[in-house]
């Protein structure tokens, strides 16, 4: 101990000359300069004091204020001044992988050094940290997973929760265990970062913890609701460019009578907007005064038009677009590289920010182009507040982010675009003033703006809890149900009780509502447990292959492409995948494995073209397989030469067998009626199959059942994407026979 004890200080010595080497060199100055003009310079000392004296602090701050990149730094920096940097271990819990990457690599350049030396990260399947790590930024789910193994945090001196506004599940249930653990543990400091100023509600959850605020600067910001838009951009608007020139007309009487017309015309926008309303989470009266229209056909015109007046018309700036999602995104890129109306293209910066961008990009994000070039990000809500990027003068707000939803009552999760909340409208519409004052337009009336919601719904009120009740009763939190009864906001008990009767639908629960075996299998794979039941089985009957590119395309998405224009085109280049054997996974199977050989001949991107299959989703579901196979070693459930893991891949029977057990109980039963095919499920009664499946086409199904993997509400139920099974693979592969639940399930479908 003594030896140990002596490494340790001269350890703690070395890092603290080095630290200090860095900040008076060249480089050091400048950044230390940079970093230095962030308004968290300015309550340093106060922030180091509140946590050096409370066990728990809430700090507040305006995003880019520099929460994320200096409040972890400043710890690790005082703790190595008062030679204890080799002693000091802080963790720092980000809600996005992109962003634990991101963060840590930032401040490993902001103190002269490569990421994995004093700062690292660790995010699922992927890390990057050495033996001297002593900053650490991991996803929240990292953080979780390791109070499995280590239930006090043996060693950690500082825990960071950073985005705690955000109220993603994962955060809010890491606040209860960790409020749990605190009693355990005086010595250890919990410092909670929020960007929005409501930081009681937490410092209230933690018995009246201390409150910092740093203030910010940011310059004005003028607001553009969607009357205001189509006033500015006016000619180019479609379809609103018949009264365009208003403006030319001589007569005053004229001018007025043109006035008019379009003022008639942007109130039957809102009207139009009434109808198609997307209307789903809102109360009733929401309903009746909220209006929108179609967000997929209006939406991406209306921001291509406002992009062409900002290149056209206004002042030099970078452009930030809030879209909803890595799709979209794709989409509007394509859109706008063909659109001459933006300008010469060498003067126009395209770029993507979302949650799966490459880290090359990523740096273009951050980066000032050059004079004369006009850089426009379109981004998802990734750049809302965990990414800034200060050179933004315009953003341009759909209103709408995809966030899950999970209505109880009937049991679906969705991915949905929907309402944002007034809270994030006003976090984009600020992301336009870090330089100067700035402009942002929201595609949306102001009368929408007036009935969103205030803040938007706590995760862990709107998501299945599947995962989280396997976490809890892994980390032996006891009682579910009382549990959850200690979180910030506790969810409904109806979605607790859907939670734990799904988890003993499909054998990870006992009847107990203790883990089984399978349950504790799942609770260490950090996917869904339908997928990881999938990959357990998929390991299990030697059949990996197949079961990794399904279970990589159901958790991004599908690489089929369906573009508006040649919708039935598209269809039929996906039904050859199929080859009559009435399963949408393995259609899936037979893309990835032609693009694989494709690839191998370089011809990826032709037969991507061809087949009408997106080169992109084909790519990331690789890299997905990838990780899937590294983590199915990690966790001992195939042995590192693969001998025998793909011995029964071939056998399609099996794969269907395997694709049931991950599935159950999503079931449909087949009733071939005379020209059509007749879908029942249990809790929906009649459901209906979309059109992009390859089961959708159909007359005639010769399997007695489907099973499914999501499931839609519109106005029917529809199932996305579906498996044809026997009856003997439902009988063996569905759910948990010991339970009697397939018994009866059967009475009720047959
Ligand atoms: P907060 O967490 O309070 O929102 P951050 O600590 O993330 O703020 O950011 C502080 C400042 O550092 C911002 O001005 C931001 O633009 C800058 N910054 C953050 N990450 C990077 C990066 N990777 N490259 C360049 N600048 C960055
Ligand atoms: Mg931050």
Redesign the pocket.
Known sequence: NVVMERIQRRKSLQLRNQQAAWQESNDGQSMME?RRS?P?QKERQSLLEAISQNQVVVVS???????????PQYILESEIEAARGATCSIICTQPRRISAI??S??VA?ERGEKIGESVGYKVRLEGMRGRDTRLLFCTTGVLLRRLLVDRSLKGVTHVIV?EIHERGMNEDFLLIVLKDLLPRRPELRLVL?S?TLNAEMFSSYFGGAPMIH?P?FTYPVRSRFLEDILEVTGHRLTPYNQIDDYGQEKSWKMQKQALRKRKSQIASVVEDAVKAADLRDYSPQTRDSLSCWNPDSIGFNLIENVLCHICQKERDGAVLVFMTGWDDINTLKDQLQSNPLLGDPSKVLLLACHGSMASSE??LI??KPEPGVRKIVLATNLAE??????DVVFVVDCGKAKETSYDALNNTPCLLPTWISKASARQRRGRAG?VQSGECFHLYPQCVYNVFADYQLPELLRTPLQSLCLQIKSLRLGSISEFLSRALQSPESLSVQNAIEYLKVIGAFDQNEELTVLGKHLSMLPVEPKLGKMLIFGAIFNCLDPILTIVAGLSVRDPFMTPFDKKDLAESAKLQFSCRDYSDHLAIVRAYDGWRDAERDRNGYDYCWRNFLSAQTLKALDSLRRQFLFLLKDTGLIDENMTTCNKWSRDENLVRAIICAGLYPGVSSVVNKEKSVSLKTMEDGQVMLYSSSVNGKEAKIPFPWLVFNEKVKVNSVFLRDSTAISDSILLLFGGNIQQGGLVSSFALLI
Do not use: H
């Open positions: 940079f962030l968290a701050g305006e995003t880019g204020c520099g929460k994320t990149t200096q409040l991101s963060v690599e930032r350049a950073d970062m960007a740093i910010g990523q740096k951050f980066d507040t965990s990414i800034t990027i200060n870090r």
